[in-house]
C-alpha cells in the first residue's frame, strides 16, 4: 500500500521560511517522479514543483520560483519542499504527489500523478 505523509507545515509571519517533507513508502521510491501542489480554500489545486526520478530535473510555478527549492533523498524515500521568503499569498494545504517513471521530463499537472498524500497546511500572516 503506497502512502505519501507529508509534514513540516505551520503558521509562520511573512518573509519567514518552512520545509516540508513527504514521506513515502510501499512504492520502489527511486523509480518516481515527486511533485508538490497547494490548494487554498475556494481554489483549485495548484502545480508548485516537481523532481524527477534522479533529482537532476526540476521544475517551478512562475510564483515560487527563486524562493521554493524542491530536492529529494532517495535513500531516505524523502522529497522535499523548502520554501523561503514566504507570502501571505502562499497560505495554502500543501500536498505531495507521485508519478511512475523514470524519464527526465516532469509532471505538471494533477492528472499525471498517481499517488497523493493527505496534505499539510501552510498558513502565512501578514
Known amino acids: 500500500q503506497v502512502q505519501l505523509v507529508e509534514s513540516g507545515g505551520g503558521l509562520v509571519q511573512a518573509g519567514a521560511s518552512l520545509r516540508l517533507s513527504c514521506a513515502a513508502s510501499?512504492?520502489?521510491?527511486?523509480?518516481?517522479?515527486m511533485g508538490w501542489f497547494r490548494q487554498a480554500p475556494g481554489k483549485e489545486r495548484e502545480f508548485v514543483a516537481a523532481?524527477?526520478?534522479?533529482?537532476?530535473?526540476?521544475y517551478y510555478a512562475d510564483s515560487v520560483k527563486g524562493r521554493f527549492t524542491i530536492s529529494r533523498d532517495n535513500a531516505k524515500n524523502t522529497v522535499y519542499l523548502q520554501m523561503n521568503g514566504l507570502k501571505p499569498e502562499d497560505t495554502a494545504a500543501y500536498y505531495c504527489?507521485?508519478?511512475?517513471?523514470?524519464?527526465?521530463?516532469?509532471?505538471?499537472?494533477?492528472?499525471?500523478?498517481?499517488?497523493w498524500g493527505q496534505g499539510t497546511q501552510v498558513t502565512v500572516s501578514s
Open positions: 504527489a507521485a508519478r511512475r517513471g523514470t524519464y527526465t521530463t516532469v509532471p505538471l499537472t494533477p492528472v499525471e500523478y498517481d499517488y
Open positions: 510501499g512504492l520502489t521510491f527511486s523509480r518516481y517522479q
Open positions: 523532481v524527477n526520478w534522479s533529482g537532476g530535473s526540476t
